[in-house]
């Protein structure tokens, strides 16, 4: 079983030469591709207040995709859920479930960025609360029947075509993440490989009463892009893959644990950590058949979509017909 995953969160540095407009046209091209050439999902990040343009709207991007394919997942991961109103954004994913044909789903997350929740004026010191509450508003949402919400009654049509727990996961790196999805009833995607998580899940469940979920572990993927010759390919891809490491890297916070997360200063770093990678065809075939999955971020740190293409290209040519 394989998962290939294309993923994008638009960031660029503040002199990128391809303007936005271009980047976003050029991501939803790609995303068509990616349906025909394989691919099974189409992963979208969420971060707000950014001067690196980091996508700040995925629902609306992930129904733009859903309206360009027909059978590729998508999935928004994470939806900082406590940085909107809860109401709302259920209105918002019922409709983007219907559009998808089932085909979407969210991944709710609560943020590491004190920033982002002064900007959008949402109190950093009550997220869980925030989160809490934006789960349990999902969930009567998505019943379609009246319910009470904030003192006045509140209802949410049409609402999704989608089961909540195929609609609705919970993401974060903490035993508390972890039991509050199991608390939910949904599937926990932790943001790191941890098998601590796991058994906070399962023990959560069985607190609960017995009835166990399950946890989808990320199997350290690596941000990857193929070339025929892997040091011409740092030379081409390694500058964006740099600025994205060292971009993630500022937002460092002591309770984040993630895969994305990277420490590189500089390119040695960088290609010694192995979280950003240069593949020949030969080499993404093996590690496609050994682990069963292979992470693309095609516009990464503002990559050049010409050179993105060529990248997406030799993937069509030399990988996809070997699997």
């Not at 025909?36 to 969420?46: H, K, P």
């Not at 394919?69 to 259920?90: D, S, W, Y």
């Not at 993401?171 to 490989?193: C, E, M, Q, T, W």
């Amino acid at each position: 079983m394989k998962n290939l995953v294309m993923r994008f969160d638009m960031r660029r540095p503040p002199d990128c030469s391809v303007s936005d407009q271009v980047r976003y046209q050029a991501a939803l091209e790609m995303a068509v591709w990616a349906e025909g050439n394989g691919f099974d999902t189409i992963g979208l990040s969420e971060h707000h207040v950014t001067a690196d343009g980091y996508l700040s709207s995925p629902l609306m991007l992930a129904m733009a995709i859903a309206s360009r394919t027909e059978r590729i997942a998508i999935n928004v991961g994470a939806l900082l859920l406590p940085l909107h109103e809860p109401l709302r954004i259920a209105e918002d994913i019922a409709v983007l479930d219907m559009i998808a044909k089932g085909r979407a789903a969210v991944t709710a997350g609560i943020g590491y960025r004190p920033e982002e929740y002064a900007a959008l004026g949402r109190d950093w010191e009550r997220r869980g609360e925030l989160l809490d509450e934006g789960i349990e508003v999902l969930l009567k949402a998505w019943r379609g029947q009246p319910f009470e919400y904030r003192g006045r009654s509140a209802q949410v049509l049409p609402r999704p075509v989608s089961r909540v727990q195929q609609l609705l996961y919970v993401g974060g790196n903490s035993k508390a993440a972890a039991r509050r999805a199991a608390h939910f009833g949904l599937v926990f995607l932790p943001a790191i490989d941890d098998p601590e998580l796991v058994t906070a899940y399962q023990a959560e469940c069985e607190r609960l009463g017995g009835k166990r979920g399950f946890v989808v572990l990320p199997n350290a993927p690596a941000t990857t892009f193929i070339a025929e010759d892997v040091e011409q390919g740092w030379r081409d891809y390694g500058p964006a893959m740099l600025f994205d490491a060292v971009a993630y890297g500022a937002w460092h916070h002591p309770n984040r644990r993630a895969y994305a997360e990277s420490f590189a200063s500089d390119m040695a770093s960088l290609r010694a950590e192995g979280k950003y990678r240069i593949l020949t065809p030969a080499q993404a075939v093996e590690v496609i058949r050994s682990t069963g999955s292979l992470h693309i971020a095609p516009l990464v740190g503002g990559a050049d979509p010409a050179l993105a293409w060529r990248s997406l290209q030799l993937f069509a040519e030399h990988v996809l017909p070997q699997l």
